[in-house]
């Protein structure tokens, strides 16, 4: 750790360890392009879910640091919309804890 340490401090960087349980918003969009590869719309669609889920499931600090670093490409315009969008869903449209697998109430 003192190696990587003083390796990045001369570049203006530190090295911090964040509890966190989830993955970064960059992890799926690479998942999703993959089901895309493979024309696997269904397997796409449950990544992006499954995204959402995992950053409802952070807390604020912790969406923050997972989204730091932006998605790549996933090669399909709609996936990528909403890749770059995720982290900043106001959750509290979602209802419940936020995460997107939960029904939704009539009328939202």
Known sequence: MATLDAFLRPMGNRLIAVPLKGR???EPAVAIADALDRQDE?????EFIQANDDLAAETAVGRVVLSCAPPPPTGD???DAVAEFLPFADRSLLGGDGAASESL???L
């Not at 269904?42 to 449950?46: E, G, K, N, S, T």
């Open 77 to 79: 315009l709609r996936f």
């Open 105 to 107: 109430e009539p009328g």
């Open 42 to 46: 269904d397997a796409a669609f449950r």
């Open 24 to 26: 970064p918003v960059a």
